[in-house]
């Protein structure tokens, strides 16, 4: 389950926050996520979560038609952070949460939670 971007609090309500998270996500979104996922991210049903990314890369013409999972598995795991596409477009995003990658940048929104 994607985490917000929380604003750190004490121990004891960071202790709960995560038995909280952890439960919601346990008991409300588990079974939803993987539907999701596999209807969005992969209706191949490919083994390889990054053939799956790339697959639905393709599928949204977000990278080009000869964009590889090599290239996808080098750019991604690249120290310097650039790929030859837009990691922050919401469509990207969207074939990467979908398919299991979590994705956050210091540009998204955060909750005060305390």
Known sequence: ??????????????????????????????????????????????ADQAQAVVDCLHRDSL????????????????????TSFDMQNLQVRSCLVSNGYNVGYATDDTEQLW
């Open 1 to 46: 389950m994607p985490k917000l971007d929380t604003n750190r609090g004490t121990t004891i309500q960071e202790s709960r926050y995560s038995d909280d998270s952890t439960e919601c996500g346990d008991e409300y979104v588990a079974d939803a996520q993987d539907v999701y996922g596999i209807i969005v991210g992969n209706p191949n049903l490919y």
């Open 63 to 82: 990278v080009p038609k000869d964009y590889t999972v090599s290239r996808f598995n080098k750019e991604f795991s690249g120290t310097d952070g650039n």
